[in-house]
């Protein structure tokens, strides 16, 4: 319980996002050193200097990760830490991940395949169809992706109970903490989605509503699925706020063609003149782009490497369970410092062990 209190208090921190929180544990090894770091020390660390290490005050802040830990108890929540095994493989990956995740209900999120299906609050007639028809097409040709979305109005609203209609699991990411509920007309739909799925956010739960806080919830939308999926959108709005995260975290994006001139498909007849995403018209074209039907898994090879050292060994045996695993995280898992893991990381490359990935990712070379 006290590790857990540490990892809410490094989330709690003012002024230190997740990319400087990562940093400090790298450099110094787990949440709870760098409360007992000292300043000194802290301010060395690369990206942080004195202004930032001022900011880490332990009596302050641990007081206010007490509260938090103590309405996660109450309430039954679950916590992901960025490194947990149990957190969205796909979310790490980014520099700007969550330190934590506040989970109510039940979910594995590395287990399946995911999607995120969002659009417009104001949806229409032909919006509301091709988001029920997608769903229950996946379904129906034999797929159970989690659906994600945000619990808004229209698609969101769509997304979630059209998962639910079909069995399927779904997920909502929220904009506000679990001690509240946003809209307040969809309280209902949130209990059904915790009996097939979960809610999550990165918001303890004081945090105030506010509309900067779901631009930054549509970043996890984009980032934990394998797709984003627009249904309906206008020429502005916060599913092309999605649409362009999942651009840059290189995440596929998937649309409906609107009708030139139609005010509520402007935004997905932009993204595809841009060529920031596909045109679908129905699950097929999604199963066909997304090669579903294609996809076998494959065991892990429990390849012997011979000429390994001792550190060496440490993580091709992790990366031999995970198969892929942040550098964070190998650094977490094997007790080695953040400097000793990229050394003997670029060691194994150079043997031709391991391969780097995207967002400081690593895996075994098969």
């Given at each position: 319980m006290e590790e857990l209190l540490?990892?809410?208090?490094?989330?709690?921190?003012?002024?230190?996002?997740?990319?400087?929180?990562?940093?400090?544990?790298?450099?110094?090894?787990?949440?709870?050193?760098v409360f007992k770091e000292k300043q000194s020390t802290l301010q060395k660390i690369p990206g942080i200097g004195q202004f930032i290490a001022s900011k880490i005050k332990p009596d302050e802040v641990l007081k206010k990760a007490e509260e938090?830990?103590?309405?996660?108890?109450?309430?039954?929540?679950?916590?992901?830490?960025?490194?947990?095994?149990?957190?969205?493989?796909?979310?790490?990956?980014?520099?700007?991940?969550?330190?934590?995740?506040?989970?109510?209900?039940?979910?594995?999120?590395?287990?399946?395949?995911?999607?995120?299906?969002v659009g417009t609050r104001s949806m229409s007639h032909y919006g509301n169809d091709n988001c029920n028809n997608l769903v229950q097409g996946l379904k129906s040709q034999g797929f159970d992706p989690v659906i994600v979305s945000g619990l808004a109005y229209g698609v969101d609203y769509c997304a979630h109970t059209?998962?639910?209609?079909?069995?399927?699991?779904?997920?909502?990411?929220?904009?506000?903490?679990?001690?509240?509920?946003?809209?307040?007309?969809?309280?209902?739909l949130a209990k059904k989605i915790t009996k097939n799925g979960a809610l999550i956010t990165e918001f303890p739960f004081k945090a105030k509503i506010d509309p900067s806080n779901f631009v930054k919830r549509n970043r996890i939308v984009a980032a934990?699925?394998?797709?984003?999926?627009?249904?309906?959108?206008?020429?502005?709005?916060?599913?092309?706020?999605?649409?362009e995260y999942a651009v840059q975290y290189a995440r596929d994006v998937y649309t409906f063609p609107g009708r030139v001139g139609d005010k509520s498909s402007e935004g997905c007849n932009f993204l595809i003149k841009t060529n920031r995403a596909a045109l679908i018209e129905n699950a097929?074209?999604?199963?066909?782009?997304?090669?579903?039907?294609?996809?076998?898994?494959?065991?892990?090879?429990?390849?012997?490497?011979?000429?390994?050292?001792?550190?060496?060994?440490?993580?091709?045996?992790?990366?031999?369970?995970?198969?892929?695993?942040?550098?964070?995280?190998?650094?977490?898992?094997?007790?080695?410092?953040?400097?000793?893991?990229?050394?003997?990381?670029?060691?194994?490359?150079?043997?031709?062990?391991?391969?780097?990935?995207?967002?400081?990712?690593?895996?075994?070379?098969?």
């Open positions: 540490y990892k809410i208090a490094i989330s709690l921190l003012p002024g230190v996002g997740p990319i400087k929180a990562r940093s400090l544990i790298s450099y110094v090894g787990s949440p709870e050193q938090e830990l103590q309405f996660i108890n109450d309430n039954k929540i679950k916590t992901l830490f960025y490194l947990d095994k149990e957190y969205p493989k796909k979310l790490v990956q980014n520099d700007d991940a969550p330190l934590l995740l506040y989970m109510l209900g039940e979910m594995n999120f590395n287990s399946k395949k995911i999607i995120s299906i059209s998962a639910l209609k079909n069995g399927l699991q779904t997920v909502a990411v929220l904009g506000h903490g679990l001690s509240t509920m946003y809209p307040a007309a969809h309280r209902e934990m699925s394998e797709a984003v999926i627009v249904v309906e959108s206008a020429a502005k709005g916060g599913s092309l706020i999605t649409a097929n074209d999604l199963i066909y782009n997304l090669r579903w039907e294609k996809s076998k898994h494959k065991p892990v090879q429990n390849t012997i490497f011979t000429e390994l050292t001792n550190d060496e060994q440490k993580i091709v045996d992790l990366l031999q369970i995970e198969q892929t695993v942040n550098v964070d995280v190998i650094a977490y898992d094997t007790k080695l410092p953040i400097n000793m893991v990229l050394a003997t990381l670029f060691n194994l490359e150079f043997k031709g062990v391991v391969k780097s990935l995207p967002g400081r990712m690593y895996s075994l070379i098969k």
